[in-house]
């Protein structure tokens, strides 16, 4: 085994703190990564305060990650010593089944690996994540990550930027389409870029008005307070697309009056609590109600590649690792500009 050193929560709730661990040796298809920076995303929040049930602790969070590669297994012909790589929120999968075969392993009909509060394929062995020193993932679950481009500011695109180009792509969001942004945080601000880079009109809903100014340079052409009732009145029936990407409890009903006839409310945020719809909001405008879960690997390293081409990162604050903490209380607060990012060397 290779010993490894990391930042855990050793129980639910439980501010995270230094952890020893190790990582398995490298097998014949395995990619050792001295990981330099990870991302911080919400789901790592909700999973350390077991919001969603099931958390496995200790718990090493992290699925934003980008470092170098330091070995390979013999087997290993994508890879070299010395490149630039990503791991996302997936390190295995069944490989086998109808989703899978597809490329789309985030939906395994088996088991999806996830990098951390999950288990290996072999039902047993509990993954740790990217808040760590090193990893060892499968060439197959490794992403290629250019060098032309910032590597902590390309780090949150292995979560965020996934997440929200699956859905825009899968919905085929183009020019002539008009997007709201629901919640602009570290998904939010994604959206936001990618769906204008994309050639929709991009709208930002947002409890913060002090985020107007960051959402129009971000590529938003409008930006609405959603306590401002007038505001809210001058974008009814007005969407094609809402991604949502709020993480705390929301009343959906409001939101649902914004799409126009056929509009789509894409859910991507993932609150402890489920939302209630009142029927009529969707039956009176044929609107429809999605769910989109990351992506699968194929798509994510097209998504990498997409952003190199197009000169798009993540907007980031950098933090130490002792800093943790209080990025998750700023997170819970809305206080995120636009995605914290650990810088591992201060490990
Ligand atoms: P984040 O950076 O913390 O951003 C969430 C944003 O939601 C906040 O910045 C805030 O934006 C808004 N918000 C927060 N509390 C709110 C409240 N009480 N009422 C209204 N708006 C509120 O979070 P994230 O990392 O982007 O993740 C967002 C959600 O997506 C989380 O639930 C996460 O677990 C989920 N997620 C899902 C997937 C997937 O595959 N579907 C992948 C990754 C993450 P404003 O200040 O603009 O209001
Ligand atoms: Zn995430
Ligand atoms: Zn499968």
């Known amino acids: 085994m290779i010993p490894a050193k990391g930042y855990a929560a050793q129980e639910v709730k439980a501010p995270l703190a230094p952890f020893d661990f190790e990582r398995r040796e490298v097998g014949p298809h395995d990619v050792a990564i001295d990981i330099q920076y990870c991302g911080v995303c919400h789901s790592d929040v909700h999973q350390v305060r077991d919001e969603w049930g099931g958390s496995i602790f200790p718990m090493v969070p992290g699925h934003e990650i980008v470092g170098r590669i330091t070995r390979v297994g013999e087997q290993v012909n994508k890879f070299k ?33 996830g990098t951390y509060n999950s288990v ?28 032309k481009l910032a590597p902590e500011r390309v780090a949150p695109l292995l979560c965020a930027g996934i997440t929200t180009y699956s859905p825009l792509r899968q919905w085929k969001v183009g020019p ?15 959206a936001v870029k990618l769906a204008a880079s994309m050639g929709a009109e991009v709208t930002v809903l947002s409890t913060s008005p002090k985020k107007e100014a960051d959402a129009k340079a ?3 052409q409008k930006f609405v307070v959603t306590n401002e009732e007038e505001a809210m009145k001058g974008v009814q029936n007005y969407f094609d697309f809402i991604i949502n990407t709020v993480s705390a409890p929301l009343d959906l009903n409001a939101y649902l009056a914004m799409l126009r006839l056929d509009g ?35 798509e994510t390293q097209e998504m990498l590649d997409y952003c190199a081409e197009h000169n798009l990162m993540s907007d980031v604050e950098v933090i130490s690792i002792n800093q943790i903490n209080g990025a998750y209380e700023r997170m819970i607060k809305g206080d995120v500009h636009y995605r914290f990012v650990i810088d591992m060397a201060t490990l």
């Open 81 to 113: 010593e010395g490149e630039l790589a990503g791991v996302g929120c997936l390190v295995d999968s069944c490989r086998t089944c109808a989703s899978c075969t597809q490329g789309f392993e985030q939906y395994c009909e088996v088991h999806w690996v």
């Open 120 to 147: 290996e394929m072999d039902g047993k062995t509990p993954t740790y994540g990217g808040y760590s020193d090193r990893i060892v993932v499968n060439e197959d679950f490794v992403l290629r990550i250019s060098e």
């Open 176 to 190: 002539g389409h008009r997007v709201g942004v629901l919640g602009l945080g570290g998904l939010g601000h994604m």
């Open 218 to 220: 971000l590529g938003a």
């Open 264 to 298: 789509t409310m894409i859910l991507l945020g993932v609150p402890p609590e489920a939302p209630e719809i009142q029927t009529f909001n969707l039956i009176l405008k044929r609107r429809r109600i999605a769910g989109s879960l990351i992506g699968g690997i194929q």
